[in-house]
C-alpha cells in the first residue's frame, strides 16, 4: 500500500499540469511587473544593454561584444534581448521581456521542484513567494538577472527530476546540459550554480557509491559550455584594472546581499536597515527551526541529496562573497539573487503545518496574494512618484534652452554618464536633446575617483551609438570663442567629481590643490544634476563665465 501511495505521489508530481490557483499567482506576477516596468525609466545600464541589441544585425552585436562592450556580460541575454527588440521595437518592454520570462520560469521551476517534496498548496506557496520579495524588481529590469533566476530554477528541477528517475530521463538530463550551459553565458557569476550541483552529486555519490555516468556527464557537458563566454570574458577585462566597484570586498556583503533580497536598504533610513537587519535574523532563526522540525517529521519526500543542494543554495551570498575575496575583488548584491529561490523552497517546508491542509492552505495563500498585491502597489507607486519628479525636472525655461541654441559650440555639455544616458532618451524637447554631448576624461575620472569605468564607455560608446561624444580636450579646443552669458543662470563648484567617488576619500583629498584636475560646475538648472566641465589649477572657482552649453 505504501508503494501504491508513493507511485502515485510520484505520477502527480510528474504531471506539468497547473492548478487555477498557481496560474492566478503567475499572471498577477507578470502584472506587477509589467506595471512596475510601465512606470520604470530606463536606468544606465539598461540603456548599455539597448544600445548594444538595438543594432541592425547580430553580427554586429557580436563585434561589438567581442571589440568594444559596454554592457559587460556574456552573449544569452543580448541574443534574447535583441530577438524581442527585432520584434517589438526597441524599447523597455523588449529590453526587459527576457527578464519577466525568466522570473516566471523560476516561479513555474519552484512549485515543480516542492510539489515533488509536499503538495500542491506548499508548491504554490513556494512559486508565489518570491513575487513578494524585492526580487520582483529583476523581473521588471533589462539585466540578465530576471533571466538568471530562471536558468537556476531550470537546472534545480531537471537535476531533480533526472535523479529521482532511473529511466526515461533524456529529456531531463539534456535540459539540465543545456540549463548549466546557460546560466554560464548568461552572468560570469552564474559559474556559482556549480557549488549546490556538485556538491548535491557529490552527496548522492557518496550515498549511493557510485557515480551517475549520465547525470555527471550532463553537468560536465555544461560546463564545458563556459568556453563560449570566454572571448568576451576576455574582451570586458580591459574594464577590470580600474572598475568602478572594484577594490576591498567586506564581510558587510554578506549580510547586504540577504538584506537586498527583501528590502532595497539602499534607500532606506539608518534606523530602518536596523530593523531590517533584526527582522532578518529573527526570520532566519524561525526558517531553521521550522524547516528542522518538518525535516524531522519525515512527512516530506525530500532525499539527502535535494536538502544538500538547497542548503548551498541558501548560502549563495556567503559563496559569492569569497569569490570576490579571492578572484574578482567585486561584487553586487544581484550576482546572489539565487538564494531566493532555496529560501523560498525552506520556507514552503517550515510552513507545511499550515499548508497540509486545505482551510488553512487557503487562508495562508489568500494572505500571501494580498501582501504581494500590498506590497507591488507600494513599489508601483514609488516608481510612479520618482518617475513624475525627474520627468519633471527635464523641462527647461525658454530663456535656458535658447542659451543652449544660440551658444557657439552648438552643445549642451554633460560631463556625468548616468546623466547623460536618462537625460538624452527622456529629453522631452527634440532640439535640447539633439544638442547634448557627452564629455569624458580618463586621466580626470582616475585622479577623482581612482577609476576609468565611465571614460572606457565612453570611447567604447563612440564605435557604434552615434552619440556626439568628446573628449576634454577636444570639448576644451571646441569652446575656445567668445563668452557668451546664459541668463538667470547660477554656478556653483562641485568638488566631488564623478558620482562614482573613490572608496578612500581621504586620498582623493591629498591630491586637491597638487595637481590640475577636472571642475565639474553644476549648473542650478531644472535639469537634474547636470553637470558642464570646467578647468582650474587653483581650489577656487575661475572668475571666467561659462553658459549653459560651453566651457572655457
Known amino acids: 500500500m505504501i508503494s501504491s ?7 502527480r508530481s510528474d504531471s506539468l499540469a497547473l492548478p487555477w490557483t498557481a496560474v492566478a499567482f503567475l499572471i498577477l506576477t507578470a502584472a506587477l511587473s509589467l506595471l512596475w516596468s510601465h512606470h520604470k525609466l530606463m536606468s544606465q545600464d539598461e540603456f548599455f544593454v539597448l544600445q548594444t541589441d538595438s543594432v541592425p544585425s547580430y553580427t554586429q552585436l557580436l563585434h561589438i561584444q567581442r571589440s568594444y562592450p559596454i554592457s559587460l556580460d556574456p552573449l544569452v541575454y543580448h541574443t534574447l534581448a535583441h530577438l524581442a527588440i527585432s520584434i517589438f521595437g526597441a524599447g523597455a518592454f523588449a529590453l526587459r521581456l527576457p527578464s519577466l520570462l525568466g522570473y516566471l520560469l523560476m516561479q513555474l521551476c519552484l512549485f515543480y521542484f516542492v510539489r515533488r ?14 513575487a513578494m520579495t524585492a526580487t520582483l524588481f529583476y523581473s521588471a529590469e533589462g539585466r540578465p538577472y530576471g533571466l538568471l533566476l530562471g536558468f537556476y530554477g531550470l537546472a534545480m528541477v531537471s537535476w531533480q527530476c533526472a535523479t529521482r528517475r532511473q529511466s526515461q530521463r533524456t529529456a531531463s538530463l539534456i535540459v539540465l546540459a543545456l540549463a548549466v550551459a546557460l546560466t554560464l553565458n548568461t552572468h560570469y557569476f552564474g559559474v556559482l550554480l556549480l557549488l549546490p550541483l556538485c556538491a548535491a552529486e557529490l552527496f548522492r555519490t557518496i550515498q549511493r557509491r557510485r557515480l551517475d555516468l549520465p547525470v555527471a556527464a550532463a553537468i560536465l557537458l555544461g560546463m564545458a559550455c563556459i568556453g563560449f563566454a570566454l572571448p568576451f570574458e576576455k574582451s570586458a577585462a580591459e574594464f577590470r584594472k580600474n572598475y568602478y566597484n572594484a577594490g576591498d570586498v567586506g564581510y558587510h556583503a554578506i549580510t547586504q ?9 539602499t534607500h532606506a533610513s539608518l534606523s530602518i536597515q536596523h530593523l531590517a537587519a533584526i527582522g532578518l535574523i529573527v526570520f532566519a532563526a524561525l526558517l531553521v527551526f521550522g524547516s528542522v522540525r518538518q525535516l524531522r517529521n519525515k512527512e516530506l519526500h525530500l532525499p539527502d541529496a535535494e536538502l544538500v543542494f538547497v542548503l548551498v543554495l541558501a548560502g549563495l551570498p556567503f559563496f559569492g562573497f569569497l569569490l570576490a575575496f579571492f578572484v574578482t575583488h567585486s561584487i553586487e548584491v544581484r550576482y546572489v539573487l539565487g538564494a531566493i529561490l532555496a529560501l523560498s523552497i525552506l520556507l ?33 507607486h514609488a516608481e510612479q512618484a520618482k518617475t513624475k519628479d525627474f520627468m519633471a525636472s527635464l523641462t527647461l525655461s525658454p530663456q535656458i534652452k535658447a542659451a543652449i541654441l544660440s551658444s557657439p559650440s552648438g552643445l549642451l555639455y554633460l560631463q556625468e554618464m548616468g546623466t547623460f544616458e536618462v537625460a538624452s532618451y527622456y529629453e522631452p524637447d527634440p532640439d535640447v536633446r539633439s544638442h547634448m554631448a557627452l564629455v569624458y576624461s580618463s586621466p580626470q575620472e582616475l585622479l577623482w575617483s581612482r577609476r576609468d569605468t565611465e571614460s572606457l564607455t565612453a570611447e567604447h560608446m563612440r564605435h557604434f551609438t552615434g552619440f556626439p561624444i568628446l573628449s576634454y580636450e577636444q570639448a576644451r579646443h571646441r569652446t575656445r570663442q567668445p563668452r557668451l552669458r546664459a541668463p538667470a543662470q547660477r554656478l556653483e563648484l562641485d568638488r566631488s567629481g564623478p558620482r562614482r567617488r573613490a572608496r578612500r576619500d581621504h586620498s582623493v583629498r591629498a591630491r586637491r590643490g597638487r595637481r590640475r584636475s577636472l571642475r565639474a560646475i553644476r549648473t542650478r538648472l531644472p535639469i537634474a544634476t547636470l553637470k558642464i566641465i570646467y578647468p582650474s589649477a587653483t581650489d577656487e572657482p575661475s572668475s571666467s563665465t561659462v553658459s549653459s552649453a ?3
Open 5 to 11: 501511495q508513493s507511485s502515485s505521489i510520484e505520477s
Open 550 to 552: 560651453s566651457a572655457r
Open 348 to 380: 514552503a517546508i517550515a510552513l507545511f503545518p499550515l499548508l497540509r491542509r486545505t482551510n488553512t492552505a487557503i487562508l495562508t495563500l489568500s494572505a500571501l496574494a494580498i501582501a504581494i498585491v500590498f506590497t507591488g502597489a507600494i513599489r508601483i
Open 257 to 265: 546581499a540577504y538584506r537586498s533580497l527583501f528590502l532595497d536598504y
Open 117 to 130: 517534496i509536499a503538495n500542491d498548496h506548499a508548491a504554490i506557496f513556494a512559486m508565489a513567494f518570491p
